[in-house]
């Protein structure tokens, strides 16, 4: 309750950029934690007695002699130094359906991918899963490899088959090297993770309640508005076939529109908690249905925080373990994978295809889970549910029948549904695709910069596709060469390399721990240093913005251009904010210029007087 009360108040009041710097904070701390355990398990620099390890050669020691369950797990020769097994090799399949789904159908990687601008975007999630991969890959290693040695340190195991099912094999051993330590830097490795997966989770889906629930079936701003016609003034936006005549919309852009400045400077004046209704007469009306959605998201945001908390307890109650819960996220979402990619990659797809891949795909996989689970001793009765649907085949074919049913699904229906495909109907879905925008804060003036284009007139005045293609195209082809190499190494050449060693002896398996090690610290030290210098970066830029405007403001006075704000279009530095505020209608961008501002004045404040 409290957690969920943490993460509902600061996303409220943060939104999106708030989850961005708690994430930041929490990452940074989670790799520290991560840093000491993985230094008490393979140092022990503080010679800690409780501590039977020190070094990779007395862990592979531990390990050595202790003996694998061949039968459960497949182990090749009965050890766990080998990556000859039937249970890893069903459990790296099924993480990488799993995964996949996860992050095709995660909200929240939609949001930060599209927040993000294209070619810093694709460099920033490669980076981000290159860091990722430390916490599976050396807190796994470390913490597994560590729980082994102890129970063989101890000569039986320290936890029961159901107990390490429940994830309980890292807080042992933090508990068990660390005491009252390790117990402390577990619980806050744990909450640190959730609340930053919690937060982000909490914004996608109140921003897919709202914005792609509500304001597209529920309550649109238009209801009968046709496509290629502009939201504000209904008119289309460009010339149709058959109707050459009509007019078309002529809506300024906000940021040449002289009625948007002057609400906005009229709203940065306002101390009244209720602002002034706006007067534009293009643009108040969406302006307002926009502000409207704002607040029914925000109580959408504390809805959706306090709904986990009984979805929470109702997994507790019907005992659903950490791996249960892992396994089966695949067979509900990865149908979703193919449909989802061709969606966006694919002119010839169709809404209906798409529909099928996503529904047939889940339907077929939850339909061959049930039917292999009841094979097994007590089939899917109240008592045995749980296990039988847990185990590995099961949940290995559903998974697998899951992402392969819903491509198939998906690509046939579409040849089905729209079988001839010409380059002019081609170039009509693409331009659908770039008609979706918001006439407050359009894309070509997000994009100006990286295109090359001044300021249009329109708000839906925009470049031909040819140099948007053209532009972007480095990052296209940035994000293909990554995912192809990436893929291939990861799914592929990396674990088809460790197969050629039988069972690892005392050389490999420091050369296995160590890479583990290694990354971990690289990773570290790339998460913690990197955002913070281009965070300082842009604050160094911003107080230098700001000592140039209030030169530009003594001048201005100097001159006796003292006029109203109406002619001399210059605001005070104690409004500039707030008309930010009010011209951004993305309340995350205001969010992040307000704490830069402050951290700019807080730096400038403590520089000792010349």
């Known amino acids: 309750m409290l957690l969920a009360s943490v993460i509902g108040g600061y996303t409220l009041i943060g939104g999106l950029g708030a989850t961005f710097y708690v994430s930041y904070f929490n990452t940074a701390l989670i790799f520290v934690l991560i840093l000491m355990l993985v230094v008490e398990v393979f140092y022990n620099p503080f010679e800690n ?3 039977p390890f020190g070094s990779s050669e007395s862990v592979f020691e531990f390990i050595a002699c202790w003996k694998a369950p061949e039968e459960k797990m497949g182990n090749k020769g009965g050890s766990y130094l080998t990556f000859f097994s039937s249970g890893g090799l069903v459990f790296g399949i099924v993480n990488i359906v799993g995964n996949f789904g996860t992050v095709f159908c995660d909200q929240a990687y939609w949001q930060s991918s599209v927040a993000a601008k294209p070619l810093q975007g694709v460099w920033g999630f490669i980076s981000g899963g290159l860091t990722w991969f430390a916490i ?5 290693t470390t913490m597994g490899l560590a729980y082994l040695g102890l129970s063989s340190a101890q000569g039986s195991p320290l936890l029961t088959e159901e107990d390490v099912m429940k994830g309980l094999a890292a807080p042992l051993v933090a508990q068990k090297l660390l005491g009252t330590t390790g117990e402390y830097a577990m619980i806050f490795l744990i909450l640190m993770a959730v609340m930053s997966t919690g937060s982000a989770e909490v914004i996608a889906v109140s921003s897919i309640v709202i914005y792609d629930v509500y304001q597209a079936y529920i309550c649109p701003f238009k209801p009968d508005l046709k496509d290629g016609q502009c939201i504000l003034c209904s008119r289309y936006l460009r010339k149709q076939k058959g109707d050459e005549d009509a007019q078309l919309c002529d809506c300024k852009s906000t940021a040449k529109c002289e009625a948007c400045a002057s609400d906005t400077i009229a709203r940065a004046k306002s101390t009244s908690t209720v602002k002034p209704h ?29 709904l986990s908390i009984p979805l929470c307890l109702f997994c507790w109650a019907v005992n659903l373990n950490l791996a249960w819960t892992y396994y089966f996220t695949g067979i509900l979402i990865s149908s979703s994978v193919v449909p989802i990619a061709v969606s966006i990659m694919w002119a010839r797809a169709t809404a209906t295809g798409v529909i099928f891949g996503v529904i047939g795909g889940c339907a077929a996989g939850m339909t061959c889970w049930l039917t292999y689970a009841s094979t097994y001793p007590g089939g899917l009765s109240l008592a045995t549910f749980v296990q039988n649907t847990g185990e590995e085949l099961p949940m290995l074919v559903g998974n697998i029948v899951a992402i392969g049913v819903g491509a198939v699904f998906c690509i046939v229906v579409t040849f089905i549904t ?13 331009d659908k695709t770039r008609d979706i925008d918001n006439p407050l804060s359009p894309w070509v003036a997000k994009y100006k910069g990286e295109l090359n284009l001044d300021d249009g007139e329109n708000f839906h005045d925009r470049p031909p596709l040819e140099i948007v293609i053209r532009k972007f195209r480095a990052a296209k082809i940035t994000a293909y060469v990554a995912a192809v190499l990436f893929t291939l190494l990861f799914v592929c050449i990396w674990p088809g390399s460790m197969l050629s060693i039988d069972i690892l002896d005392l050389s490999g398996f420091n050369v296995w721990t160590t890479m583990s090690r290694g990354w971990a610290f690289v990773a570290a030290a790339f998460i913690i240093i990197v955002p913070m210098y281009q965070e300082v970066k842009a604050i160094l830029k911003q107080i230098a913005q700001n000592k140039e405007d209030k030169i530009r403001e003594g001048e201005n006075i100097n001159h006796g251009e003292n006029q109203p704000l109406k002619h001399t279009e210059v605001l005070p530095n104690r409004l500039q904010n707030q008309v930010y505020a009010t011209k951004h ?8 210029q307000r704490l830069r501002n402050t951290l700019a004045r807080v730096l400038a404040i403590s520089k000792p007087t010349q």
């Open 49 to 51: 007695p409780e501590n």
């Open 136 to 140: 599976p890959f050396t807190l796994a």
């Open 278 to 306: 706006y007067t534009c007469e293009t643009h108040k009306d969406y302006k307002e249905y926009q502000e409207h959605l704002l607040n029914y998201k925000n109580w959408c945001i504390v809805l959706c925080t306090f």
């Open 418 to 430: 729209r079988w001839k495909m010409t380059p002019e109907i081609e170039e009509a879905e693409w």
């Open 585 to 592: 209608a993305n309340k995350q961008e205001f969010i992040f």
